[in-house]
């Protein structure tokens, strides 16, 4: 008899379990858990918020820095390429809030809106990542790369999205209405392309989750740069290198082509590690523009001693 006691206990934890296991959204302290390196400012539900500041500073950061600073702290797979841009002129920088759809599973759809309905949420689930949107978030959802009877986003919900976080969407799917979404200014998104069909047999079964895009694992809070067809998914905890260091690079760019203009360096001097002869040169062309960097020549000494990048 207690031998059946426990088989009964362990078969209620298991399925209690499982039920919890499909709940929308993960709790604050798994993401302080999934984000430890993370110590600065959050969203109440533990989503990292990294700062406006930033993010404004961050859009005149090039890829390639970004990505140099991402290989050199580790992370190896925080770049996916190959999208449809809107608005391919323009930048997109961002908070991410994340969201997961899946092939639909009927009994999982009707625990999810269940557990929606339970949350207060409101309409169907497509508008749900949007309503928790703010401004400086990057709604980035993966639909699996559906097309044909998967765009989600049309020219309603990219109204939304666009009012609540002021940005435009990174899509691992695709939209409708694509003439009207290009002609909203702001929004400047990533996808897989477009179709005049709307979503069918789909379910959104995670916002603020770890999710899968190409060979990217994105995690909520991450800070997103993307434009032309390039999207790196930068770590909360390395934005202020990533955008540190692609400052310092890009004065450096314009004191070494200053240089040579003048002619006091040849290419193959500049286009190569430095002198230190160039670097007092530099240092010094620093201390007489002291407007060119945001950040002290002592902190800018740290990064060139470092220079993993």
Known sequence: MAFLKIQIIAVFILLS??????????SQQEMFELTPKWTGERFPDGRPKVSDDLLKRMKRVPLEQ??????????LHQYEGNWKNIHSGEVLVGRAL?????????????????????????????SWPIDMLSKGDVYVADSYGKVVDGPIIGSNLGTAILAKSGNGVVFNGAVRDLRDLEAMPGF????????????TEMM????????????????????I??????????????AEKVVKVGELIL???????????????????????????????????????????????????????????
């Open 188 to 199: 400047t998104s990533f996808i897989r392309g477009d179709h005049p069909s709307h979503q």
């Open 66 to 75: 970004a990505w140099g600073v991402l290989k050199a702290a580790g992370y």
């Open 251 to 309: 004065v450096r760019d314009e004191f070494g082509q200053i240089r040579l203009k003048e002619g006091k360096y040849t290419s193959g001097q500049i286009d190569n590690r430095w002198t230190a002869e160039i670097e007092a040169d530099f240092a010094k062309w620093i201390s007489a523009n002291p407007g060119k960097l945001p950040y002290s020549q002592a902190e800018m000494q740290e990064l060139l001693k470092e220079r993993t990048w």
């Open 225 to 238: 740069l993307g434009y032309l067809d390039g999207v790196a998914f930068i770590p909360p905890h390395l």
């Open 98 to 126: 994340t969201a997961q759809y899946m092939p639909i599973r009927p009994e999982v759809r009707e625990h999810l809106e269940k557990e929606g309905k339970a949350d207060g949420r409101i309409g169907d689930m497509v």
């Open 17 to 26: 379990t499982s039920i919890q296991a499909q709940n929308l959204t993960i």
């Open 204 to 223: 959104l079964k995670g916002v603020n989750v770890a999710i899968r895009i190409g060979p990217v694992t994105v995690l909520p809070g991450d800070v």
